[in-house]
């Protein structure tokens, strides 16, 4: 997913968090190890990132709850969904942190459980959309905020599914930034995530929520792009002028 991001935005700086995998019953491949992942998480934040990718989801399983012998701490009594949801959505270092995780599918959707960190306040869920920039049949609009692409992305015709679109989705954001900061635009942090939703939802289709990456990026004319061009076509997009970013004054009015 690293890889898909760098060829968004070859500026990016990227920190890696590698999970633990583990055997699991008869399963014939290692899962990942859940109650690592709010460690991920935290290490993350500890980083100061300022935008988080997560190719994954995961339930609140029964089995990982606390035994029912008394605990030697608190800490025991956290499940690592209820630690994550904790750290993402009251955390004041993830406050400013702009999140995307891939939403469920129609396969886990059946439960109606909550599913981490999709169903995380502060995160943005992202679905995957097929080469006619519709949703993949998977997908589950309700519980999915965006949708981007997932198909031609990383190997021929192949679908990359709700990980893929996710990490395109990041690095969209990622070059967003850059280009503002090139341009000598800071986003300021406590706004960046409504930015980009408000981005997002700007270019998205109104019946599918497919991020249209073509309004962005098409431009009308033969000059060579760069960062305050672009810069501009964003800001011309949202109907905001350079003052209210550097003020912050179309926060208020966004929300």
Request: proline share 6%.
């Amino acid at each position: 997913m690293a890889s898909i991001i760098a060829s968004i935005c070859p500026f990016v700086e990227i920190h890696v968090a590698k999970i633990d995998c583990r055997k699991q019953g008869y399963l014939p491949n290692p899962v990942f190890d859940v109650r690592k992942l709010p460690d991920a998480i935290e290490w993350a934040l500890d980083n100061d990132i300022e935008i988080m990718s997560t190719s994954w989801i995961f339930r609140d399983h029964v089995e990982l709850q606390a035994p029912s012998a008394k605990p030697k701490d608190t800490s025991e009594l956290q499940t690592p969904a209820s630690k994550l949801k904790r750290l993402i959505d009251n955390d004041e270092r993830s406050a400013t942190v702009v999140i995307y995780s891939a939403a469920r599918d129609k396969e886990n959707d059946a439960d109606k459980s909550e599913y981490y960190p999709a169903d995380c306040t502060r995160a943005q869920s992202i679905g995957a959309a097929n080469i006619h920039n519709s949703p993949q049949r998977y997908v589950v609009p309700k519980a999915t905020d965006f949708i981007f692409p997932s198909q031609n992305v990383v190997d021929g015709d192949a679908d990359g599914g709700n990980s893929v679109a996710t990490a395109v989705a990041a690095g969209v954001a990622a070059l967003v930034l850059h280009c503002f900061r090139e341009d000598n635009l800071e986003l300021k942090p406590a706004v960046r995530r409504s930015f980009m939703e408000k981005l997002f939802r700007d270019l998205a289709e109104p019946n599918t929520k497919y991020v249209n990456l073509e309004k962005l990026f098409s431009r009308s004319d033969s000059e060579p792009a760069n960062p305050h061009r672009f810069v501009e076509s964003v800001l011309a997009k949202l109907s905001l002028e350079r003052s209210q970013v550097e003020s912050g004054r179309w926060f208020s009015h966004a929300r």
